[in-house]
């Protein structure tokens, strides 16, 4: 079992930043790849950023990239994504997982954190 904790969410205004932390602890079988996922009440959770164990394969929603960067720091067991220019639009949940295979898939993701609220305001 892997447990996720989120953190480094809040409200900022438009344009602004924040910088999500996603810590792992429990058992760990293989080196996982990392996502972070978004859902907006009534929508669909989708998928926001992922980054394969060695960092050098990343993806981004077109709705972010230029704006949203994940990284990860393996020695901390932790995953970041600095979020800049943020828009209204923005606003979620936002999770992160952990996956056996570097993907974009909901569905390949076998650990989810409990997700931590970003409300972007004008």
């Known amino acids: 079992q892997v447990q996720l904790v989120e953190s480094g969410g809040g409200l900022v205004q438009t344009g602004g930043s924040l910088r999500l932390s996603c810590a792992a602890s429990?058992?760990?079988?293989?080196?996982?790849?990392m996502g972070w996922f978004r859902q907006a009440p009534g929508k669909e959770r989708d998928v926001v950023a992922a980054i394969n164990w060695t960092a050098d394969r990343r993806l981004y929603a077109d709705s972010v990239k230029g704006r949203f960067t994940i990284s990860r720091d393996n020695a901390k067991n932790t995953v970041y994504l600095q979020m800049n220019s943020l828009k209204p639009e923005d606003t979620a949940v936002y999770y992160c997982?952990?996956?056996?295979?570097?993907?974009?898939?909901?569905?390949?993701?076998?650990?989810w954190g409990q997700g931590t609220q970003v409300s972007v305001s004008l």
């Open positions: 997982a952990a996956a056996n295979r570097f993907t974009a898939s909901r569905d390949g993701y076998d650990y």
């Open positions: 429990g058992r760990t079988f293989s080196n996982y790849a």
